[in-house]
């Protein structure tokens, strides 16, 4: 009786907590930041107080990283960055030659940033400030060269290591990749792409790497969790997902029946629309959707963006039947943006990886040298058996 009468009041207690409860956490204040503030209601977000439509026109994506990580443009330190990556490049080509060509190169990125901690990182290491400051610095230019090398690796390409260019991310990165220097418009895009991913405030990868920090692990895990969790179709894994449906779809006629196809599976979502923020709009879609026309037409290939067109097109026009809008994100845009500068599909998120980095960084720093930050430590609705007798 007297168990009843615990578990009914315990019963009572979990349906006060339920009607605390928010799946998905929407809405849920999870903790403070200075990094990132997004404003739905001016269409726009801020690193640090700077507006992305600003930083679009007027930055680089090294700018960005200094704003994000030190909340400053320190020129200096940037002329005297070392790469700690470059000092252990026989462990990573050591550990590439293990490993599956058949895999996807975000776990091959995973393992490799494993390596460099690996490296790094010993049992007895201290994580002073400084030194994690070093190696945060250090692992946001150093994803994107990683990036470059498995690109080489997987197509079995001499040299797997080739001289890095010091003075961009984006230039370095399309260097690695196409085995020649992009030119300027290129650069200019890859570039944007860099800024335009680099931080999105408490999203799934960065809050992953949050928790992480919050338990006071190791930066190289840290990222390890975000780089896991941006390989998800419903996250950074969508603008591989977004290419391979225009690949299908493949002319902006056959949009209204393929879209209508896939929307009848229960549960489908058509990758590269919805956000589980935005309800109005995506505010980097209006920023990169005239340079993907731009693109398309200098290389006179207009189909994809045409298709996404379409794409975003057809939605709205669903969206007005069902008096509910599922808006266009980034992913539908960098998804043609990326097709048409030569990179295969399977480095789209890798290349995610490589701008968001700058942003994971920056949460881990925000976040692991703060001792008011608790650990976070959520509770659960429990929903399964009432406790039972165990009868062996
Ligand atoms: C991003 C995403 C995970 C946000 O999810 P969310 O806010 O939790 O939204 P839900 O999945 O709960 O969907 C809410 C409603 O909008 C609809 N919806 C959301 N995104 C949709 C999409 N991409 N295609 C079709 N319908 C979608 C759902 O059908 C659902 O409708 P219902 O209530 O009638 O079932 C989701 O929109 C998605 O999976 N998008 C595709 C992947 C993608 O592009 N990710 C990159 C995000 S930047």
């Known amino acids: 009786m007297v168990i009843v009468f615990v578990l009914n009041k315990r019963r009572i207690k979990m349906t006060n907590k339920k009607s605390q409860q928010r799946p998905g956490l929407r809405d849920v204040i999870a903790g403070e930041t200075k990094i990132c503030l997004l404003d739905e209601t001016r269409q726009d977000f801020y690193y640090r107080g700077y507006s992305i439509k600003e930083l679009a026109q007027k930055a680089t994506f090294e700018d960005v990283i200094y704003i994000l990580l030190f909340d400053d443009d320190p020129l200096e330190e940037r002329l005297s960055l070392q790469s700690q990556l470059f000092l252990h490049r026989d462990a990573i080509v050591n550990t590439l030659r293990t490993q599956n060509r058949n895999a996807h190169p975000m776990d091959i990125l995973a393992t490799l940033i494993r390596t460099f901690g690996n490296e790094v990182y010993s049992l007895d290491a201290t994580e002073d400030q400084e030194s994690v400051e070093k190696f945060a610095l250090s692992l946001t230019f150093d994803v994107g060269y990683l990036a470059g090398i498995m690109k080489r690796w997987y197509e079995r390409r001499r040299p797997l290591i080739m001289p890095e260019i010091y003075d961009s991310v984006a230039k370095n990165i399309l260097y690695q990749m196409k085995g020649r220097k992009p030119d300027e418009f290129e650069e200019h895009l890859m570039d944007l792409a860099l800024i335009l991913y680099a931080e999105h405030e408490f999203n799934a990868s960065t809050f992953a790497v949050r928790l992480a920090a919050s ?33 299908e ?7 209204r029946k393929y879209v209508n196809r896939f929307l009848k599976t229960p549960g489908a979502r058509l990758p590269g629309f919805g956000h589980a923020v935005y309800t109005q709009g995506d505010p980097r879609v209006p920023i990169i959707k005239p340079w993907v026309k731009e693109l398309s037409e200098r290389k006179r290939d207009t189909r994809w963006y045409e298709i996404a067109l379409a794409l975003e097109e057809y939605m709205a026009e669903r969206a007005k039947e069902k008096n509910r809008g599922i808006p266009a994100n980034i992913d539908l845009w960098t998804a043609p943006l990326y097709y048409l500068l030569g990179i295969p599909i399977p480095f789209y998120t890798p290349l995610f990886a490589s701008a968001r980095i700058a942003g994971w960084c920056a949460h881990y720093l925000e976040v692991r040298h703060n001792p008011k930050v608790p650990i976070l430590r959520p509770r659960a609705q429990y929903i399964g058996p009432q406790p039972r007798p165990f009868l062996s």
């Open 215 to 247: 338990a006071h692990t190791d930066i190289f895990s840290a990222i390890v969790c975000g780089i896991g969790t941006l390989r998800g179709s419903r996250h950074g894994g969508a603008n591989e997902n977004a290419m391979r449906i225009m690949l």
């Open 249 to 255: 779809i493949k002319n902006p006629e056959n949009v």
